[in-house]
């Protein structure tokens, strides 16, 4: 009876000592790619979800190693043309239609959360990797415990293609399991070094 318990307590460690390399291995392999690349850009859908609504956006967000980041208002349409960037510690807004830009004074943590950025630059706060079929295609699911946490921040999820690393989808959750934020990126490219 002893050794039978024996020989499962080691079997279960072996097991959980190959899933978190695993998992170490993933978040490497992320970690790599993300600080070998020049930056990433690409097209996101983000909606917003709250009790009786649902809020639309399409953006495109640019992110150079320099530190700048770029949102620019695709729809809904009347506030196209906006564009947010982020430069170190800095916010510009720009808007097009109106030809005016604003500079906001320094700001010291401004949150980074729905910026795929944020995610790169939190890699600790993993908490774990599953492996998903979506429409036929293979996803690592990453379950990470947001910086900023509160009620309607309470757990993200992302999903990232296990073949190229690249971001299908990240989901933020409220306290009570309910998706709060959902974004689906499209025409994502990571930017390559020169």
């Known amino acids: 009876m002893k050794k039978s318990l024996a020989i499962i307590i080691l079997v279960g460690i072996l097991l959980i000592s190959c899933t978190s390399d695993k998992e170490a291995k993933i978040i490497a392999n992320l970690d790599k790619v993300f600080n070998e ?4 850009e ?3 859908e983000m909606k917003v979800l709250s009790e ?3 809020t639309r956006y399409l953006m495109r967000e640019k992110f150079f190693q320099d530190n700048k ?3 620019e208002i695709l729809e809904p349409s009347d506030s196209q043309g906006i564009t947010i960037e982020y430069k170190d ?3 510009f807004l720009n808007h097009a239609s109106i030809n005016q830009s604003i500079s906001l004074k320094t ?3 401004f949150d980074k959360g729905i910026l795929l950025v944020n995610f790169f630059e939190n890699l600790d706060l993993v908490k774990s990797i ?3 079929e979506i429409d036929g295609k293979d996803y690592y699911l990453i379950e990470y415990r947001p910086r900023e946490l509160n009620k309607y921040n309470h757990k993200g999820l992302i999903y990232f293609s296990k073949k190229r690393l690249e971001p299908f989808m990240m989901e933020v ?3 009570n399991g309910n998706i709060r934020l959902m974004i689906k990126y499209e025409d994502f490219k990571y930017i390559k070094s020169s």
């Open 173 to 175: 959750l409220d306290k």
């Open 69 to 71: 980041i770029s949102l």
């Open 130 to 132: 599953k492996e998903e």
């Open 107 to 109: 700001v010291k943590d």
């Open 42 to 44: 690409g097209i996101f």
């Open 89 to 91: 510690n800095k916010i």
């Open 52 to 54: 009786n609504q649902e």
């Open 37 to 40: 690349s020049a930056g990433y």
